[in-house]
């Protein structure tokens, strides 16, 4: 079973930037297209962005666009998002996941593998 871990989140100010990394773990030749959700208190999962195997194709979620920057090191079998100008909307707790196929997309349930997740509170 593939595990996916996140660190990076924390307390930021308006503004501020913050780097998450998604470590992946087990059989990781069952993981293709990796993805960024977050979820806010009392609102539905957001997709924020997903990249495919090697970072052939990136996309993003229209609220983090030019904001944001999703990469992978698949040598390393991690992940990451650079966040940069910060709001206090981008408060949630950001998840990780993955998929086997490489057909992934915005959706959740296009994924087979999650996270537990890692908070980000943006001060204002």
């Known amino acids: 079973q593939v595990q996916l871990v996140e660190s990076g989140g924390g307390l930021v100010q308006s503004g501020g930037s913050l780097r998450l990394s998604c470590a992946a773990s087990g059989p990781t030749i069952n993981v293709n297209t990796m993805a960024w959700f977050r979820q806010a208190p009392g609102k539905e999962r957001e997709f924020v962005a997903s990249?495919?195997?090697?970072?052939?194709?990136?996309n993003y979620g229209d609220s983090v666009k030019d904001r944001f920057t999703i990469s992978r090191e698949d040598v390393k079998n991690t992940m990451y998002l650079q966040m940069n100008s910060l709001k206090p909307e981008d408060t949630a707790v950001y998840y990780c996941?993955?998929?086997?196929?490489?057909?992934?997309?915005?959706?959740?349930?296009?994924?087979?593998?999650w996270g537990q997740g890692t908070q980000v509170t943006v001060s204002s």
């Open positions: 990249i495919t195997w090697a970072g052939s194709r990136k």
């Open positions: 996941s993955a998929d086997r196929l490489g057909l992934a997309g915005p959706r959740q349930s296009d994924y087979d593998y």
